[in-house]
């Protein structure tokens, strides 16, 4: 053993387990996606176990893109996941150069904004849909209502109540319905992932260059060209990592949309793998295969984007 | 921005104002949870309970007599506990040679596990159950979640540490080797130590994606092995009528973890940029 290897094989645990991790499961993925294999079908038991000789080559995948659901969970997916990386970022960034300066109570205000990045996905699930975003009992139809009442009284109030007379009465959104669903979960997730990118940004604006700053105060440069040619490129390091991290998680969504909406209107390729995964294997193991390849196209713009920040 | 907010006490104490706001706002819905877990299930749909009501320790009593609290609770303290430990030991060695003894394909090989992450779980969650039920016969067992938690975890830990470890300097280790200590003496005796804080900050943030975990603890347990994203999975109450007992048992939940990283907040932070923020 020479001074090299032996440090050098220290990462072979680490690599061998992911390894297995990987390929075992995979591989018998790939294999399902090839045969006829569902969990119940009475006139054609044979069809149950799964067998090489119930070979059905590509039918699974052609099924699959054939079937109606398909293209919209991949659509559905990337509005979600876009939507939520769009929101976090602009927030992030906002929130972070609110508190980056010292002022009473920063402290407290940082430990109250960190808190929703602990929830459990499952939590913040039943907490929002339930008790917040309800059209009746949350907090989103008490308040509609308490609105229409004022405004209704306003209408009976003499004088005024002319010019109010034509204000509508509002509806509270429904945001299990079909329509509404997956912006459910995306007004969840930004809730629990905004902290996330603040406390990046905010420790990124800790090391920002002051005297840099100071000499483009002096030059003239107003607080949105400070803004626009130092803090926001100084945040572009900061940001690719906020995306990538978020990525990584959110394609993979799948506690939020099955409590929202049980996946009415709301799909993603992993909910939609679990729905055929309740009989047919064969179908559910192919769009697997997809959701791989899909995830490994996004991996590769991602880590493209971050890799070269790792290293250095 | 430090220039630009010199400016006027009123612009400074609008933008505290603003800034209490924020946290409040992004605070609220977590003290409603804490709130409502107080009130009756029936005070906790009525508007003119909102704020004024009697408050009760109801629901928490009825969770640990009649849903087992404890139990489930436990399931996931132990997972979390070893599956932490559990990817730190697999993850430190790992770590420490892609720091210290890079070779040309550290780089690729870092990039290849964190693209692990990117492994859709559904994808191959039916295999995993089949295998682990029909060929292996540890379904529903400690061993099979702290297994399955410390792999999906890996990739982010080694990582992590990667970042930490890059900090410090090659010399302190390369004077470890003047002296002769062997390769572990390196990593027990000169690396741990010095990385003690990288090390705590990464162990603390497995252990909370460990406890948050819900996707895998809730198909791959049925009772022995259940852990609370299991008991919360099992309490989702049918539209809502059940708002006190949804809330205790999620505030019970989510509570230690919570507590836990108001405590560590500034060494997570640190351990979450990946060592993009020098």
């Known amino acids: 053993m020479n001074n090299r290897k032996l440090p050098r094989l220290l ?4 690599v061998l387990l992911l390894l297995v991790w990987m390929l075992v499961p995979l591989s018998m993925t790939l294999f399902f996606s090839f045969i006829r294999y569902v969990l119940n079908n009475l006139r054609r038991p044979e069809w149950t176990s799964p067998s090489i000789d119930n070979w059905r080559g590509f039918g699974n995948y052609d099924f699959v ?9 991949i659509q559905n997916s990337l509005f979600i996941v876009g939507s939520i990386l769009f929101l976090t970022v602009i927030l992030g960034v906002l929130i972070a150069i609110l508190i980056n300066n010292a002022f009473p109570g920063r402290g407290i205000v940082r430990v109250l904004l960190i808190s929703p990045f602990f929830v459990m996905p499952a939590v913040n699930a039943v907490l929002w849909i339930n008790m917040i975003l309800d059209p009746v009992l949350g907090l989103q139809g008490i308040a509609i209502e308490g609105i229409n009442g004022v405004i209704m009284s306003l209408k009976d109030a003499p004088i ?11 509806e509270p959104i429904s945001f299990r319905a079909t329509q509404t669903s997956a912006y459910a979960v ?26 840099q700053k100071e000499a483009a105060v002096l030059d003239g440069a107003g607080p949105w060209s400070q803004f626009r040619f130092l803090t926001l490129p100084h945040l572009g390091r900061p940001i690719a990592i906020v995306v990538m991290i978020q990525a990584i998680f959110h394609l993979s969504l799948y506690a939020e949309i099955e409590i929202v909406s049980r996946g009415n209107g709301n799909k993603n390729l992993p909910y939609l793998i679990g729905e055929f995964a309740n009989n047919n294997i064969g179908a559910a193991s192919a769009t697997g295969i997809f959701a791989v390849i899909l995830a490994n196209i996004v991996a590769i713009f991602l880590l493209r984007m971050v890799g070269k920040t790792l290293m250095e | 921005m430090a220039i630009v907010a010199q400016s006027s006490t009123l612009g400074r104490s609008s933008r505290m104002l603003l800034a209490w706001g924020v946290g409040l706002t992004f605070f609220f819905p977590i003290f409603w949870m804490v709130l409502t877990s107080f009130k009756t299930d029936a005070d906790a749909v009525k508007p003119e309970y909102l704020f004024y009501f009697t408050p009760t320790l109801e629901n928490y009593t009825n969770m640990t007599e009649n849903y087992d609290y404890w139990r489930f609770a436990a399931n996931s303290v132990i997972t979390s506990v070893f599956a932490t430990l559990f990817t730190l030991t697999v993850g430190i060695p790992a770590a420490y040679a892609m720091a210290f003894n890079p070779s040309r394909h550290t780089k690729d090989v870092l990039m290849w596990m964190l693209s692990t992450k990117m492994l859709p779980a559904a994808a191959v969650l039916y295999p995993m159950t089949f295998l682990t039920k029909n060929f292996l016969g540890i379904f529903d067992t400690h ?33 470890g080797k003047m002296d002769g200590v062997d390769t572990w003496g390196e990593i027990k005796e000169i690396l741990v130590p010095l990385a003690w804080g990288g090390i705590a900050s990464t162990a603390l943030l497995c252990f909370i994606f460990c406890w948050n975990e819900a996707y895998w603890t809730v ?22 009528l059940f708002f006190g007992r949804l809330s205790a048992v999620s505030a019970a939940a989510v509570g230690p973890i919570i507590v836990l990283g108001w405590f560590c907040q500034k060494q997570l932070v640190q351990g979450l940029t990946f060592g993009a923020v020098k």
């Open chain 2, 219 to 240: 198909r791959l347990t049925t009772t022995d092995a259940a852990t609370l994203s299991k008991l919360i999975e099992g309490n989702r109450a049918p539209e809502g």
């Open chain 1, 160 to 170: 005024v109540g002319w010019f109010f007379s034509l204000w509508p009465t509002l």
């Open chain 2, 143 to 175: 061993f099979l979640l702290i297994i399955v938690l410390s792999l999906i975890n890996l990739p982010i830990v080694v990582w992590m540490l990667f970042t930490y470890f890059k900090e410090i300097p090659k010399e302190i280790i390369e004077a």
């Open chain 1, 65 to 73: 893109l054939h079937s109606k659901d398909f293209l919209f969970a």
């Open chain 1, 11 to 14: 990462q072979t645990p680490a």
């Open chain 1, 186 to 211: 995306i007004i969840m997730v930004t809730w629990q992932w905004t902290p996330f990118a603040v406390l990046i940004f905010m420790t990124s604006l800790q090391s920002e260059d002051q005297q």
